[in-house]
Structures are given as C-alpha cells and as structure tokens.
C-alpha cells in the first residue's frame, strides 16, 4: 500500500476537528516513512495533505479565504517541519532546510490558488457517486 493512502486514512473519521485530522495524517506519514522518504514521496504526501486540507476548510465558507489558506499553508507548513528528518541527507543541512521550506510554501501557497477549482470539483463528482 502506497505511503499516501496509508496517511490519508488518519482523514477518514475525523469529523470536524482540522487540527486533529492534520496532526493524524503527518503521524502516519511518519510512521509509514519511518526508514526514509524520497523526494516524490514527500511530494506526494505534501499534496495529498494540501487536497485534503483543502476540501476541510472549504467546508467553513463563512470564514474568509485568506484564512482558510493561512490554515492550509500551516498544515503544510508542519508536514515539512515533522518529514525533514526522513527526506535525503542535503534537505537536511540547516541552510538548505530553510531555503526548501521557504521554496516549498510559496510553490503551496500558488497551488491552493489553482487548485481550489480542481478540489471543489473532485469533491462533487465524488458525492454525486
């Protein structure tokens, strides 16, 4: 089973609690990638979470949008923060960490902007099933 599925079940159940429903996902993140993490895995969990935070927070419309993407670069913001350890050698050197964090919150930030259409339109297809 694929690292992401395994994580994105720690979604499954959580009711309305975002905090709880993150912190859940980058624990099995963790303990799936216990002995390491390629980049494409990181990439791919990193999106999976971002998809998923995404449809959480777009259920609460009343709250302004530059708060629920606040909410969402925070999730991303402490998946890279708790996976750093696990990814390569070069990601983990001091300075590179905080350039790629950087370079990673702001490639998240754009794609919450694009990807917003796209999730909400996955979302429906999916209840319309």
Known sequence: ??????????FRG??????????????QAR?????????VEFGTLAF??????????DRYRDT???DRKAW???AAAALFDAL???????????????????VFLAI???AIESLLPTVRAAACSRRSR
């Open 31 to 39: 303990a799936s990638a216990a002995d390491g993490l390629t980049f």
């Open 84 to 102: 750093l350890p696990l990814l390569p050698l070069p990601a983990r050197i001091p300075g590179v960490s905080s350039i790629l964090r950087s």
């Open 14 to 27: 959580a009711g309305e609690d975002l905090s709880a429903a993150v912190k859940g996902f980058i624990a």
């Open 72 to 74: 969402v670069l925070s």
């Open 1 to 10: 089973m694929p690292i992401v599925t395994r994580a994105e079940t720690a």
């Open 48 to 57: 999976a979470l971002v998809q998923l935070s995404m449809l959480m927070v």
């Open 108 to 110: 998240v930030s754009g």
């Open 64 to 66: 302004p949008g530059a």
